[in-house]
């Protein structure tokens, strides 16, 4: 080669390396990821493509110290990408307790509308694209909770509750009102409103609490499922009905026990879809999807190994329906992690996944012309941002970047992980390292327990909160780990990745195998090398608080431990939750099974604790009542054992106030470095 030519490529190549060095070194380093920081994140809590397809309206929360609240603002932007744009400053988006805006589009793509606030009451509200002032659709009495535009743009649907009796206004006001056991809540109602000045007319009766609908595409009906009552259990008695919008009778589409709810209308005005449980009613039920003729007839269920559907929209050909789910088909083994959308053929029930990778997809919806598909995403170790699929050739995009911080954050890393439990059964979990870690060097490590017992986790920056405002989690587990902790978060069975006979493993048996699977995983990575066996936390909220208070009084491996929301005695969720039928699935009730509620209590074995315990409840948790963080509390303090109890005013099963669950975090934090040194 000539050597002119090569003096140049040599010159060259040294100019590009000391160029890029310098570009590097200007770079600055990416910096720990601090509790501050969870309490930076913004989350997306809704999503909705308009139905010309041009553009997507999204909802973002973010939490505000300040005014002790999640701030929700709306944004549209282009479906290509782009700029997004701040509409509806003026309307204060629902957020109590947190965001819940109920996205919809006007027919015409003109207009977003959403749920807020009007006085102390939820309203829609009319949020035009031109700029123009914003307006309330609708003056509901007692609030809107739920809305639909009609097809033709003429009329709003929209759920709201009966007022109370005159009796009933005049009873407080001389206060004799008294609160009796078991009284029928206010009917929750489906309502129509045209929009030219027409007072409201409600449709249906007041026997029927409606939790979902959907209109006819000819704007004439409405399809919408309803139970016979209020309550915790009560979803596991709805059933379908469908009612002309201009009068009429309800008539009964779906007539069966369990859950048949969520109604859609595909858009050739053929079928409905719904969820179901086809027929069962306990808590460990799979929530399938199903098809039905929107006459009525024979359900079809596209049961999908057991999946576990949350949201869907129709393909409009009606041909087929978008979905995401837990478990089932796409949601087994490695994959347990993921919720990706899935089309499903209504046809033959043939499911493809849609949405490749590590991903976790919340809030599909489509263009009218089937091309675009929109959905909320959160791949790998972030909080969620916007995408647009072309649905023809699968290839999807990125359309916002909501936190940009994390790009100048250092971040753990994020796995999957499996190991054999005592029984031989396969058992997944996610792995969380600090940031450079490598292997070789023992880590510090705090277990993660999930609730349910039939949740999980999957991937994300706040993995078991990844379809909410995500500060409900209790423990900062990035800044956990930014400081030096690995975490495991285990899927144990009787919860979700097993399918329906994976959850029924522990019917009667919490604490046996579901304990023996996370001991087993804590000594897989022991025996990697990877967990110091001297340096061991374990934590969880609701069924995870359950499970850590059954840790601590099973063996004295660990060196701290946090429940938060925790059962100790399980006859109190049976007499005194809201949910109390939930035991009644898994226990029986106290009286027919009571040996087994005991020998199942953590309340039962508290002697046996030796692990510092920090305790922490809502005192208005209605789910998992304060009564037993109490026993368990006074128990170990008589027992002259180490524990600490935190009581959170206001509070619920989880906490919503910013402070409130920053504060939760801190002390998370602090308890664990202060008993584990991380070195």
């Known amino acids: 080669m000539n050597t002119r030519i090569i003096s140049v490529l040599v010159s060259w190549m040294v100019l590009a390396f000391s160029s890029g060095a310098r570009i590097a070194a200007q770079r600055p380093s990416p910096q720990p990821f ?9 989350a997306i809590v809704d999503v909705r493509i308009s139905p010309d397809g041009d553009r997507v309206a999204y909802v973002l929360s973010t939490p505000s110290l300040a005014k002790n609240e999640h701030e929700a603002a709306l944004f549209v932007v282009a479906s290509r990408g782009g700029t997004p744009a701040r509409l509806g400053d003026a309307v204060h988006i629902f957020n109590t307790p947190v965001p819940r805006p ?3 589009w006007s027919p015409d793509s003109s207009t977003v509308s959403l749920v807020g606030l009007a006085g102390d009451r939820p309203q829609v509200f009319a949020i035009p694209l031109s700029g123009a002032a914003p307006r309330a659709l609708t003056a509901a009495p007692e609030g809107v909770f739920a809305h639909e535009w009609s097809p033709d743009g003429k009329a709003l649907a929209y759920l709201t509750r009966d007022g109370m009796t005159p009796d009933e206004a005049r009873r407080r006001q001389d206060k004799s009102f008294v609160i009796r056991a078991d ?31 959907s209109w006819s595409p000819d704007s004439r009906e409405l399809a919408y499922s309803a139970a016979p009552r209020s309550g915790f259990s009560a979803p596991y008695e709805t059933r379908l009905y469908k009612i002309a919008v201009d009068a009429g009778t309800p008539r009964l589409i779906v007539d069966r026990t369990g859950i048949n709810n969520g109604p859609r209308y595909s858009p050739d005005g053929q079928w409905l879809a719904f969820t ?26 596209l049961v999908m190994d057991d999946a576990w559907v949350n949201e869907y929209t129709w393909a409009r050909d009606s041909k087929a329906i978008y979905f ?73 995009t990125k359309i916002t970047d909501v936190n940009p911080e994390l790009h100048d954050r250092a971040l753990g890393d994020l796995k999957p992980i499996s190991w054999r439990s005592f029984d031989g059964m396969q058992i997944w979990g996610l792995l969380l390292t600090p940031p450079g870690w490598t292997a070789g060097h023992l880590l510090p490590l705090l277990v993660y327990i999930h609730g349910g017992p039939g949740g999980g986790v999957t991937y994300g920056l706040f993995p078991q909160f990844m379809h909410f405002v995500p500060q409900v ?3 900062p587990t990035e800044a ?8 495991l978060f285990p899927m144990p069975r009787g919860g979700a990745g097993y399918g329906e006979a994976g959850q029924r493993m522990i019917v009667n048996a919490w604490g046996e195998a579901d304990y023996k699977d996370i001991m087993a995983g804590v000594d897989h990575l022991m025996a990697q090398g990877i967990a110091d066996p001297q340096r061991l936390g374990v934590m969880g909220a609701s069924y995870g608080g359950y499970m850590t208070n059954w840790i601590v009084t099973q063996t004295g ?11 100790t005695d399980l006859s109190d969720e049976y007499y005194l939750s809201e949910g109390g039928q939930f035991m009644v699935d898994y226990f029986k009730r106290p009286w027919e099974n009571h040996e087994s509620y005991v020998a199942h209590s953590p309340l039962t074995f508290v002697q046996r604790v030796t692990t510092p315990l920090l305790i922490q409840h809502g005192e208005r948790d209605a789910r998992v009542p304060i009564s037993g963080a109490w026993k368990f509390y006074r128990a170990l303090k008589a027992l002259g054992k180490t524990v600490e109890f935190d009581i959170y005013p206001r509070g619920g099963h989880v906490l919503y106030e910013p402070m409130l669950q920053r504060e939760q975090m801190r002390r998370n934090f602090e308890w664990f470095t202060r008993w584990i040194p991380v070195r």
């Not at 029928?184 to 609908?213: E, N, S």
């Open 473 to 475: 989690d209790p423990y």
């Open 34 to 42: 601090t509790l501050d920081d969870e309490m930076k994140m913004r």
């Open 102 to 104: 109920q996205l919809r």
């Open 183 to 213: 009284a029928p809540d206010p009917a929750t109602r489906l309502v129509v409103q045209t929009l030219d000045g027409t007072a409201p007319r409600v449709l249906t009766p007041a026997a029927h609490y409606v939790d979902g609908f």
């Open 557 to 567: 491996r660990f060196k701290a431990a946090s429940a938060g929301a925790s059962l």
């Open 324 to 396: 995401e789910a837990n478990d089932g088909t796409f949601g087994r083994g490695e994959h347990m992690f993921d919720q990706p959308i899935a089309r499903v053929s209504v046809n033959d029930g043939h499911a493809e996944r849609v949405v490749p990778g590590q991903t976790v997809d919340y809030a599909p919806s489509i263009s009218n012309d089937g091309r675009r598909l929109s959905y909320k995403a959160a791949e790998g170790r972030t909080v969620g941002d916007v995408f647009v699929m072309d649905t023809a050739t699968k290839r999807a």
């Open 480 to 487: 956990m780990t930014s400081a030096g902790f690995a975490v």
């Open 276 to 301: 179901t449980t086809n027929g069962k009613t306990d808590i460990m039920a799979s929530r399938s999807l199903a098809v039905v003729r929107a006459r009525g007839g024979p359900v079809r269920t």
